[in-house]
């Protein structure tokens, strides 16, 4: 007796429940306010790029990548079960975004209590570390350059609640290409 089709394909679909998506988010909301280390809106934009990356493999560094502090999350008592958390959510981006025969696109994006559009800046800044990681593969196809430009300068959006930066005579040479990159984005 053979399955049907979409039995099989639930197979692959191991989607996190959500009670692990809360998990993991509590997990990296605490260690992003500790360690500076990315939330899960900034990992769900870091593996979307390590997904579409024209390179197949995911970086061997990308557990420090995520986390910048590897010795203080491998001493938190959970550090394995999220780990695997962390796994089941990339394969589950790899497999809706490539999978499918219509790609399913569900980005996690923050939304700060005060209003209701979302906050695609973290999302936006994962995206393009997930690109970092590797470079030299992206540069081998320059009509995804602007696109690239874009996601860049939506990543230095503030939060809904904080101002954008403003142009000041005395700035520095980053803070001009900073403030140049906000305004690109607005």
């Known amino acids: ?3 049907p089709l979409d039995d099989l394909t639930s197979l692959f679909d191991d989607s996190l429940s959500e009670n692990e998506f809360t998990e993991l988010s509590e997990f990296f909301e605490h260690f992003h306010d500790k360690f500076e280390s990315m939330n ?3 990992i769900d934009g870091f593996f979307t790029a390590i997904v579409l990356s024209p390179s197949t493999e995911l970086p061997d560094a990308w557990l420090e990548l995520v986390v910048v502090n ?3 999350f491998t001493k938190a008592s959970n550090h394995g079960e999220i ?7 990339y394969e589950n981006i790899k497999y809706r975004l490539t999978a499918l025969s219509v790609p399913e696109f569900e980005p996690i994006y923050l939304h700060n209590e005060d209003h209701d559009i979302p906050w695609v800046a973290d999302w ?3 995206f393009m570390q997930g690109v970092q990681a590797d470079l030299a593969v992206w540069e081998n196809f320059p009509n995804v350059l602007p696109l690239l430009e874009l996601i860049t300068a939506v990543s230095t959006l ?4 904080e101002s954008l930066l403003e142009w000041e ?3 520095s040479e980053d803070d001009q290409l900073f403030y ?3 305004q690109t984005a607005v």
């Open 180 to 182: 140049e990159t906000q």
């Open 1 to 3: 007796m053979t399955q």
């Open 124 to 126: 936006c800044y994962g």
């Open 169 to 171: 005579e005395d700035m």
């Open 83 to 89: 780990v695997d958390l962390l796994f089941r959510h």
């Open 40 to 42: 899960l809106s900034m």
């Open 70 to 72: 590897a010795k203080a």
């Open 158 to 161: 503030p939060p809904p609640n």
